[in-house]
């Protein structure tokens, strides 16, 4: 079978109510392209019958290669699945839930032909979404442009087109812990944006509440940032240099009979306070250390029940 000139990557998470009319869109985008295709649907453990729409799907349209996860595994790990089983010479990374629009692929592809190797979309504005997550999400990408060893462009996610060399670079880079925005910006070549609004969702419920969002912005921070550990030494020496400037003021104090640093009260507030200092740095410390522990373990990213056949590349 011959290979597709563009993979799209979307993975799903209980996204039943949306997958319908996402793979509507994306055919109907598709097929004005004049392009070859196909679509892998990632289904990262969903519960709500995705998977077997999914499958469906790929029983009706040869273009559907569906990819069914034993259990769930995470949106990072779903997209790596997606990249490692694509085929075409260009793979475009976007959300089942249609905040990324599928009319969009084409500027994407525009840019690709004229060069470009990796073309991400940033976000002119963002529709249907909280004063809040709007707030968090300019933090977050702001905060990540300043901190991280990489030049990640601000207001961009996962939606953009990878150049074929790109993705075997990616494919063999196989850390855990995956902030693909940010690794896909590290590998270098010829980048690009195009501009687009996000849309809303289609339909349901986000898939990524506060919770996941701060573990998605500590990965992002961890994978390309030591400040982190860098904080932890700036309390070590702020700690330190405050008791120094202390010992002789409490010194002179005592000399001049003044009754300000007498009982325990000083005493507990500064062990409390070099207490808090240390178990932070240690926090912080296991974090890392946690990580290596991951990574030596060598287990795989992710485990597949279902997946397209070696004979159909």
Do not use: C
Not at 146 to 164: E, N
Not at 205 to 222: H, I, L, Q, S
């Amino acid at each position: 079978m011959p290979k597709p000139s563009i993979s799209i990557v979307a993975p799903v998470f209980n996204e039943v109510e949306t997958l319908q009319e996402f793979y509507r869109r994306v055919s109907t985008t598709m097929e004005t392209t004049g392009e070859s295709w196909e679509l892998l649907l990632v289904d990262d453990g969903s519960t709500d019958g995705s998977g077997d729409l999914i499958r469906n799907l790929g029983e009706k349209d040869h273009h559907v290669n569906p990819v069914i996860f034993a259990r769930n595994f995470g949106h990072q790990l779903a997209v790596t699945a997606g990249l490692d089983y694509a085929r075409g010479h260009a793979v475009v990374i976007m959300d089942a839930d249609l905040q990324d629009p599928p009319e969009v692929i084409p500027d994407l592809v525009a840019k690709w032909k004229e060069g470009y190797e990796v073309v991400f979309a940033i976000r002119e504005g963002r529709e249907g979404e909280s004063w809040f997550k709007l707030a968090t999400a300019s933090l977050f990408y702001r905060l990540i442009y300043r901190i991280t060893d990489v030049d990640i462009p601000m207001d961009t996610g996962d939606f953009r087109l990878l150049d074929r060399k790109v993705v075997d670079v990616l494919s063999k880079m196989r850390e855990r812990h995956r902030f693909l925005r940010g690794m896909s910006v590290w590998v270098g070549f010829k980048q690009t944006g195009v501009k687009y609004r996000r849309a809303a969702r289609f339909a349901g419920e986000t898939k990524y509440p506060f919770r996941k969002m701060f573990k998605f912005a500590w990965d992002a921070v961890t994978s390309f940032s030591y400040l982190p550990l860098q904080i932890a030494m700036y309390l070590g020496f702020i700690s330190a240099g405050l008791s120094i400037l202390a010992i002789p003021v409490v010194a002179i104090m005592r000399l001049t009979g003044s009754q300000a640093f007498l009982g325990q009260a000083t005493t507990l507030i500064a062990v409390l306070f070099l207490g808090g200092v240390q178990l932070i740095s240690l926090g912080i410390l296991g974090e890392y250390i946690g990580r290596l522990y991951d990574e030596a373990k060598g287990r795989p990213l992710y485990i597949v029940r279902e997946a397209p056949s070696e004979e159909d590349d």
